[in-house]
């Protein structure tokens, strides 16, 4: 099964707000809300910043946000600080026979 | 608070096994699912499996090659990859599968926390 489907980059001022879309198909994302996001910064693990479509961990920025139309995962983030800046990652389960899909991964650059 | 150490061989020929290991400290074991999770070198997160100490779930794509396994006594789990070819080259991380606060933990597909990361590279 294809990976899920992100845009290779956005880009944003500070202050603004940015979207990355996450698209998948009936067999994952729009079927189960097991989709998660992640923020990389290269050279260091990944980070959990979004759980469960829009449930966001303790410690994470209220800036960022998460939510889901049919197939579509979306992550938002208001505000953007040069902090942001860093590779993003959506993920959602697939049923039992795939069972994980990541996307390709967006790369965000604060202008 | 739960923090992953992962170690393992670095550069492998072809053909070789890959074999990683991460040690779980600060919390609990058992009950949780642990994975492991790759990224090559300019391209996205690939998921290769996942294990508790019922049972393992593998990439499909990965299965043939893969073997996974835990040891509760040490808190630790282990990958390995056989017959590995330059396009296994990638930074493999470890990670818990289940983000938890506390004692509330979310369902599943939450990877937190993660290991540092291994960058293993296959050449000849």
């Known amino acids: 099964q294809s990976a899920l489907t992100q845009p290779a980059s956005v880009s944003g001022s500070p202050g603004q707000s940015i979207t990355i879309s996450c698209t998948g198909t009936?067999?994952?994302?729009?079927?189960?809300?097991?989709v998660s996001w992640y923020q990389h910064h290269p050279g260091k693990a990944p980070k959990l910043i979004i759980y469960?479509?829009?449930k966001r961990p303790s410690g994470v920025s209220n800036r960022f946000s998460g939510s889901k139309s049919g197939n579509t995962a979306s992550l938002t983030i208001s505000g953007l600080q040069a902090e942001d800046e860093a590779d993003y990652h959506c993920?959602?389960?697939?049923?039992?026979?795939?069972?994980?899909?990541f996307g390709g991964g967006t790369t965000l650059t604060v202008l | 608070q739960v923090q992953l150490q992962q170690w393992g061989a670095g550069l492998l020929k072809p053909s070789e096994t890959l074999s990683l290991t991460c040690a779980v400290s600060?919390?609990?074991?058992?009950?949780?699912?642990w994975t492991w999770i790759r990224q090559p070198p300019g391209k996205g997160l690939e998921w290769i499996g996942e294990?508790?100490?019922?049972?393992?779930t593998y990439n499909p794509s990965l299965q043939s090659r893969v073997t996974m396994s835990v040891d509760t006594s040490k808190s630790q789990f282990s990958l390995k990859l056989n017959s590995v070819t330059a396009a296994d080259t990638a930074v493999y991380y470890c990670?818990?599968?289940?983000?938890?606060?506390?004692?509330?933990?979310?369902?599943?597909?939450?990877?937190?926390?993660w290991g540092q990361g291994t960058l293993v590279t296959v050449s000849s």
């Open positions: 990670a818990r599968d289940t983000y938890c606060s506390g004692s509330l933990c979310s369902i599943a597909l939450s990877f937190d926390p």
């Open positions: 600060g919390g609990s074991f058992s009950g949780h699912y």
């Open positions: 294990i508790n100490n019922r049972g393992s």
């Open positions: 009936t067999g994952d994302v729009g079927n189960y809300n097991l």
């Open positions: 469960e479509v829009s």
């Open positions: 993920c959602s389960y697939a049923g039992s026979r795939t069972y994980v899909l």
